[in-house]
Protein backbone atom coordinates (compact mmCIF):
# COMPACT_ATOMS: atom_id res chain seq x y z
CA UNK A 1 0.00 0.00 0.00
CA UNK A 2 1.06 3.53 -0.75
CA UNK A 3 2.09 5.95 1.82
CA UNK A 4 0.31 8.47 3.02
CA UNK A 5 0.77 12.18 1.09
CA UNK A 6 1.82 14.16 3.93
CA UNK A 7 0.19 17.82 4.29
CA UNK A 8 2.80 20.23 5.84
CA UNK A 9 2.32 23.68 7.16
CA UNK A 10 5.43 25.91 6.92
CA UNK A 11 6.24 28.66 9.91
CA UNK A 12 8.69 30.88 8.64
CA UNK A 13 9.96 32.46 10.98
CA UNK A 14 12.12 36.15 11.38
CA UNK A 15 12.37 37.55 15.03
CA UNK A 16 10.20 35.23 16.87
CA UNK A 17 7.35 35.72 14.95
CA UNK A 18 5.71 33.57 11.79
CA UNK A 19 5.55 35.75 8.79
CA UNK A 20 5.17 34.82 5.12
CA UNK A 21 5.83 36.90 1.91
CA UNK A 22 6.73 36.54 -1.86
CA UNK A 23 9.84 35.24 -2.98
CA UNK A 24 10.94 35.73 0.84
CA UNK A 25 10.77 39.75 0.43
CA UNK A 26 7.66 42.27 1.92
CA UNK A 27 7.16 39.71 4.58
CA UNK A 28 4.36 40.28 6.80
CA UNK A 29 3.34 38.92 10.40
CA UNK A 30 1.58 35.92 10.25
CA UNK A 31 1.52 35.24 13.73
CA UNK A 32 3.06 33.40 17.12
CA UNK A 33 4.72 30.45 15.84
CA UNK A 34 3.94 28.29 19.00
CA UNK A 35 -0.01 29.35 18.82
CA UNK A 36 -0.12 28.67 15.19
CA UNK A 37 1.80 24.78 15.78
CA UNK A 38 -0.65 23.68 18.16
CA UNK A 39 -3.82 24.71 15.75
CA UNK A 40 -2.43 22.99 12.91
CA UNK A 41 -0.91 20.02 15.34
CA UNK A 42 -4.98 20.19 16.27
CA UNK A 43 -6.66 20.64 12.90
CA UNK A 44 -4.68 17.42 11.17
CA UNK A 45 -1.42 18.94 9.68
CA UNK A 46 0.95 15.49 9.19
CA UNK A 47 4.08 17.30 10.26
CA UNK A 48 5.22 21.01 10.56
CA UNK A 49 8.35 22.37 9.63
CA UNK A 50 9.72 25.44 11.23
CA UNK A 51 12.15 27.60 9.25
CA UNK A 52 14.30 30.66 10.68
CA UNK A 53 14.71 32.34 7.79
CA UNK A 54 16.96 34.91 8.94
CA UNK A 55 19.47 32.77 10.89
CA UNK A 56 21.46 32.30 8.57
CA UNK A 57 21.32 35.74 6.29
CA UNK A 58 21.88 37.42 9.84
CA UNK A 59 24.84 35.44 10.63
CA UNK A 60 22.88 33.94 14.14
CA UNK A 61 21.36 30.89 15.65
CA UNK A 62 18.19 29.62 15.30
CA UNK A 63 16.01 30.79 18.59
CA UNK A 64 16.35 27.20 20.49
CA UNK A 65 13.70 28.84 23.28
CA UNK A 66 11.10 28.87 20.51
CA UNK A 67 11.76 25.55 18.87
CA UNK A 68 11.35 24.48 22.52
CA UNK A 69 8.12 25.85 23.44
CA UNK A 70 6.90 24.69 19.69
CA UNK A 71 7.98 20.88 19.87
CA UNK A 72 5.92 21.22 23.20
CA UNK A 73 2.85 21.95 22.04
CA UNK A 74 2.56 19.69 19.13
CA UNK A 75 2.42 15.83 19.30
CA UNK A 76 3.28 15.63 15.42
CA UNK A 77 7.00 15.23 13.53
CA UNK A 78 8.73 18.67 13.43
CA UNK A 79 11.14 19.90 11.39
CA UNK A 80 13.81 22.65 12.20
CA UNK A 81 16.24 24.37 10.37
CA UNK A 82 18.08 28.41 9.64
CA UNK A 83 21.08 28.88 10.77
CA UNK A 84 22.70 25.43 11.60
CA UNK A 85 25.59 25.09 10.40
CA UNK A 86 27.58 21.71 12.47
CA UNK A 87 26.79 18.62 13.71
CA UNK A 88 26.41 20.62 17.27
CA UNK A 89 23.59 22.53 16.12
CA UNK A 90 21.53 19.38 15.10
CA UNK A 91 22.67 17.87 18.41
CA UNK A 92 21.05 21.18 19.89
CA UNK A 93 17.75 21.11 17.66
CA UNK A 94 16.97 17.55 18.74
CA UNK A 95 17.52 18.19 21.86
CA UNK A 96 15.15 21.41 21.59
CA UNK A 97 12.44 18.98 20.86
CA UNK A 98 12.48 18.86 16.94
CA UNK A 99 12.42 15.63 15.43
CA UNK A 100 14.27 16.72 11.74
CA UNK A 101 16.45 19.25 11.11
CA UNK A 102 16.91 21.28 7.84
CA UNK A 103 20.09 22.43 6.49
CA UNK A 104 20.72 24.41 3.07
CA UNK A 105 22.77 27.17 3.34
CA UNK A 106 25.81 25.76 5.69
CA UNK A 107 25.46 22.40 3.41
CA UNK A 108 25.77 24.11 0.00
CA UNK A 109 29.36 25.50 1.79
CA UNK A 110 30.61 22.40 2.70
CA UNK A 111 28.73 18.83 1.64
CA UNK A 112 30.27 16.62 3.76
CA UNK A 113 28.31 18.22 6.73
CA UNK A 114 25.36 15.98 5.36
CA UNK A 115 26.89 12.80 5.90
CA UNK A 116 28.55 13.66 9.34
CA UNK A 117 24.67 14.55 10.84
CA UNK A 118 23.52 11.25 8.89
CA UNK A 119 26.38 9.01 10.34
CA UNK A 120 25.76 10.64 13.65
CA UNK A 121 21.92 10.73 13.87
CA UNK A 122 20.53 8.29 11.10
CA UNK A 123 19.44 9.91 7.11
CA UNK A 124 16.07 9.95 8.82
CA UNK A 125 16.95 13.32 10.75
CA UNK A 126 18.79 14.94 7.96
CA UNK A 127 16.49 17.53 5.54
CA UNK A 128 18.47 18.68 3.15
CA UNK A 129 16.13 22.12 1.92
CA UNK A 130 16.93 23.05 -1.73
CA UNK A 131 15.67 26.99 -2.60
CA UNK A 132 15.65 26.81 -6.35
CA UNK A 133 15.15 29.38 -9.36
CA UNK A 134 15.02 29.50 -12.88
CA UNK A 135 18.93 30.19 -14.22
CA UNK A 136 19.33 29.70 -18.19
CA UNK A 137 23.36 29.38 -17.66
CA UNK A 138 22.95 26.21 -15.43
CA UNK A 139 22.82 22.56 -17.00
CA UNK A 140 19.23 21.76 -15.74
CA UNK A 141 17.90 25.67 -16.24
CA UNK A 142 17.59 25.51 -12.14
CA UNK A 143 20.11 27.28 -9.90
CA UNK A 144 20.73 26.55 -5.69
CA UNK A 145 20.19 30.00 -3.71
CA UNK A 146 20.73 30.04 -0.33
CA UNK A 147 20.78 32.53 2.57
CA UNK A 148 16.94 32.66 2.63
CA UNK A 149 16.90 32.68 -1.69
CA UNK A 150 19.01 35.99 -0.89
CA UNK A 151 22.00 35.01 -2.95
CA UNK A 152 22.79 32.96 -6.51
CA UNK A 153 25.39 30.25 -5.89
CA UNK A 154 25.54 29.01 -10.12
CA UNK A 155 25.52 25.67 -8.79
CA UNK A 156 22.99 23.34 -10.90
CA UNK A 157 20.11 23.06 -8.68
CA UNK A 158 19.37 19.53 -9.71
CA UNK A 159 22.98 17.89 -9.85
CA UNK A 160 23.12 19.83 -5.57
CA UNK A 161 20.11 17.61 -4.93
CA UNK A 162 21.42 14.27 -6.21
CA UNK A 163 24.28 14.70 -4.42
CA UNK A 164 23.00 15.60 -1.42
CA UNK A 165 21.04 12.26 -1.45
CA UNK A 166 23.81 10.47 -2.25
CA UNK A 167 25.35 11.96 1.01
CA UNK A 168 22.94 10.79 3.11
CA UNK A 169 19.83 13.12 3.10
CA UNK A 170 16.78 11.04 4.11
CA UNK A 171 14.48 13.75 2.91
CA UNK A 172 14.48 17.06 0.17
CA UNK A 173 12.76 20.14 1.05
CA UNK A 174 12.73 21.59 -2.69
CA UNK A 175 11.21 25.01 -2.67
CA UNK A 176 10.56 26.80 -5.72
CA UNK A 177 11.75 30.34 -5.24
CA UNK A 178 10.18 31.77 -8.76
CA UNK A 179 7.03 30.31 -6.76
CA UNK A 180 7.05 31.15 -3.42
CA UNK A 181 4.45 33.21 -2.18
CA UNK A 182 2.43 33.47 -5.51
CA UNK A 183 -0.04 31.73 -5.35
CA UNK A 184 0.16 30.41 -8.41
CA UNK A 185 0.55 26.72 -8.22
CA UNK A 186 3.60 24.12 -7.49
CA UNK A 187 6.69 24.17 -10.11
CA UNK A 188 5.39 20.56 -11.84
CA UNK A 189 8.21 21.15 -13.94
CA UNK A 190 10.92 21.24 -10.91
CA UNK A 191 9.20 18.55 -9.27
CA UNK A 192 9.00 16.30 -11.90
CA UNK A 193 12.98 16.84 -12.67
CA UNK A 194 14.20 16.32 -9.41
CA UNK A 195 11.87 12.89 -8.95
CA UNK A 196 13.52 11.58 -12.08
CA UNK A 197 17.00 11.87 -10.25
CA UNK A 198 16.57 10.91 -6.38
CA UNK A 199 14.76 8.14 -4.82
CA UNK A 200 14.31 10.25 -1.16
CA UNK A 201 11.14 11.79 -0.55
CA UNK A 202 10.26 15.06 -1.40
CA UNK A 203 8.73 17.72 0.13
CA UNK A 204 7.01 20.34 -2.43
CA UNK A 205 6.86 23.50 -1.65
CA UNK A 206 6.80 27.10 -3.43
CA UNK A 207 3.09 28.45 -4.90
CA UNK A 208 0.29 26.58 -3.13
CA UNK A 209 -2.74 28.83 -3.86
CA UNK A 210 -5.51 26.67 -3.80
CA UNK A 211 -6.53 22.91 -2.44
CA UNK A 212 -6.59 21.68 -5.61
CA UNK A 213 -2.83 22.30 -6.41
CA UNK A 214 -1.60 19.75 -4.25
CA UNK A 215 -2.73 17.03 -6.06
CA UNK A 216 -0.56 18.50 -8.88
CA UNK A 217 2.33 18.54 -6.93
CA UNK A 218 1.54 14.93 -6.10
CA UNK A 219 1.05 13.88 -9.98
CA UNK A 220 4.63 15.64 -10.54
CA UNK A 221 6.23 13.42 -8.00
CA UNK A 222 5.95 14.68 -4.33
CA UNK A 223 5.65 12.46 -1.80
CA UNK A 224 4.56 15.87 1.01
CA UNK A 225 3.04 19.08 -0.29
CA UNK A 226 4.13 21.99 1.90
CA UNK A 227 2.12 25.41 2.39
CA UNK A 228 2.30 28.57 4.50
CA UNK A 229 0.29 31.66 3.65
CA UNK A 230 -3.15 29.48 2.26
CA UNK A 231 -2.95 28.14 5.70
CA UNK A 232 -1.69 30.75 7.84
CA UNK A 233 -4.73 33.59 6.16
CA UNK A 234 -7.18 31.13 6.13
CA UNK A 235 -7.28 30.93 2.45
CA UNK A 236 -7.32 26.86 2.84
CA UNK A 237 -8.06 24.08 5.14
CA UNK A 238 -5.44 21.10 5.86
CA UNK A 239 -8.87 19.22 5.70
CA UNK A 240 -9.95 20.99 2.16
CA UNK A 241 -6.29 19.55 0.95
CA UNK A 242 -6.29 16.19 2.28
CA UNK A 243 -10.04 15.76 0.81
CA UNK A 244 -8.71 17.15 -2.24
CA UNK A 245 -5.85 14.40 -2.12
CA UNK A 246 -8.17 11.97 -1.22
CA UNK A 247 -10.54 12.19 -4.51
CA UNK A 248 -7.62 12.42 -6.34
CA UNK A 249 -6.94 8.64 -5.43
CA UNK A 250 -3.98 9.48 -2.79
CA UNK A 251 -4.09 7.98 0.36
CA UNK A 252 -3.85 10.21 3.14
CA UNK A 253 -4.15 10.17 7.25
CA UNK A 254 -7.50 11.06 8.67
CA UNK A 255 -8.06 14.65 10.03
CA UNK A 256 -7.09 14.90 13.66
CA UNK A 257 -9.80 15.76 16.27
CA UNK A 258 -10.20 18.69 17.58
CA UNK A 259 -8.87 19.30 20.89
Known amino acids: MPLAVRVIP ?6 GRVVKGVNFRNLRDAGDPVELAAQYSASGADELIFLDITASSGERDTMYDVVSRTAAEVFIPLTVGGGVRSVADFERLLRAGADKVGVNTAAVARPALISEAAKRFGSQCVVVSVDARRAPTTTSGFEVTTHGGRRGTGIDALTWLRQAAELGAGEVLLNSMDADGTENGFDEEMITAARELVAVPIIASGGAGAATDFPVA ?3 GADAVLAA ?14 RELSNAGYPVRRVAAAR
Open 10 to 15: CLDVDA
Open 218 to 220: VAA
Open 229 to 242: SVFHFGEVSIDEVK
